[in-house]
Every structure is written in structure tokens, then in C-alpha cells.
């Protein structure tokens, strides 16, 4: 895996903490209980690197890429993985890990958020990420902690950041102009 060098952290800084710079949220008001911690996930973070998959790993058909539009940064959550680039890295993890911590303050969605990949650390970026069966990784930048607020600049970086990885990275979210 690419070490993030100076080259990488140039176009992705600054670093952030969850909900910075959102124009409505805050770490103090949003984060809710169960999802500022990640110690029962360690294991399942994966490392991106050399185009490995991660552990609880599922893809995408071609037809659900077109039906939720995945290739316009749409979003399907039982086949998402999220992704953040922290100070190291980038790590995934699939969005329906439980986590009953997280389950009484967010019945409806008893799973991992980004805050769970952090540990509500600082990252640079975030989003989700889904693999494809033809090969093919499609990204958005959908993390109100971490992605919310990222310029062209920050996306087109963290994009070359993943692709350098190994990964195939297709991307039209936003129309970047991949």
C-alpha cells in the first residue's frame, strides 16, 4: 500500500474531526451514543491495500449499480462499505456491521457509521465505497462527518490516493470530470 506521503497529504488536508465544517451538525450536538467508539471493530477495519477486499465482503451486480445509480453517487446500504482516509490510511468497513451500542440511540440503524472507523478521530475524507462483480469500485463521498465539506480537490486526491492503492475507482459523483 502506498505510504500517505506528503504527495497525498498535500490535496487532502486539512484534517478533520467528525462534523467539521458541516454547516449544521457538531460533534458535541450529533454524535450520538455507540458511534464515537471502534475498539469492537479493530479487526474488521480493513487496511485498503494492493486491491485486497475486505472481510465481510459483498458486490454489486451491474443491475443494482444502474437501479440505485451507484454510478452517480448513489447509495445502496446492505451492499456499502463505509471508507474514511485517516492520518495512515485508508480504511473500510461494511456499513451493516452491528453494533449494538449504536442500536438504543439509533433504532433504526443498529449498525457501524464512520465515527466507528475513527474511533470520532480526525480523517481527511470519507464516503462509501461499493466493489463491483466486473471489477470495478464505485465511491461517493457521503459521510456527514467526513465528506460532507470536501472540495474537487480533496475528492480528486482521495480518489488517485485509493486508485494508487490498487483499486479500480470509477466515479461520477458530482461530475468531477473522472
Given at each position: 500500500m502506498?505510504?500517505?506521503?506528503e504527495k497525498?497529504i ?5 484534517l478533520?474531526?467528525?462534523?467539521e465544517?458541516h454547516?449544521?451538525?457538531?460533534i458535541?450536538n ?8 471502534n475498539?469492537?471493530?479493530l479487526?474488521l477495519?480493513h487496511?485498503g491495500q ?5 472481510q465481510a465482503?459483498?458486490q454489486?451486480?451491474?443491475?443494482e ?8 453517487g448513489g447509495?445502496?446500504a ?6 474514511v482516509?485517516d ?5 473500510i468497513?461494511?456499513e451493516?456491521t ?8 439509533r433504532?433504526?440503524?443498529p449498525?457501524v457509521?464512520?465515527?466507528?472507523i475513527?474511533?470520532?478521530g480526525?480523517?481527511y475524507?470519507g ?13 461517493n463521498?457521503?459521510?456527514d462527518?467526513?465528506?460532507?465539506v470536501a472540495?474537487?480537490t480533496?475528492k480528486q ?5 485509493i486508485?494508487?492503492c490498487?483499486y479500480?475507482v470509477i ?7 473522472l
Amino acid at each position: 500500500m502506498p505510504i500517505l506521503s506528503e504527495k497525498y497529504i498535500k490535496g487532502l488536508a486539512p484534517l478533520i474531526g467528525p462534523y467539521e465544517g458541516h454547516p449544521k451538525k457538531t460533534i458535541e450536538n450529533d454524535l450520538l451514543e455507540g458511534e464515537g467508539h471502534n475498539d469492537e471493530f479493530l479487526e474488521l477495519i480493513h487496511n485498503g491495500q494492493d486491491n485486497q477486499h475486505p472481510q465481510a465482503f459483498v458486490q454489486v451486480t451491474l443491475t443494482e449499480v444502474s437501479l440505485y445509480q451507484l454510478d452517480k453517487g448513489g447509495s445502496f446500504a446492505a451492499k456499502a462499505f463505509l471508507w474514511v482516509i485517516d492520518s495512515v490510511s485508508v480504511k473500510i468497513l461494511w456499513e451493516l456491521t452491528p453494533n449494538a451500542r449504536r442500536g438504543p440511540s439509533r433504532p433504526d440503524k443498529p449498525y457501524v457509521c464512520h465515527t466507528n472507523i475513527t474511533g470520532s478521530g480526525k480523517a481527511y475524507i470519507g464516503g462509501e465505497m461499493y466493489f463491483c462483480e466486473d471489477g470495478r469500485i464505485f465511491l461517493n463521498f457521503s459521510s456527514d462527518r467526513y465528506g460532507r465539506v470536501a472540495t474537487n480537490t480533496k475528492k480528486q486526491a482521495a480518489i488517485q490516493y485509493i486508485r494508487d492503492c490498487g483499486y479500480e475507482v470509477i466515479n461520477v459523483e458530482d461530475n468531477i470530470g473522472l
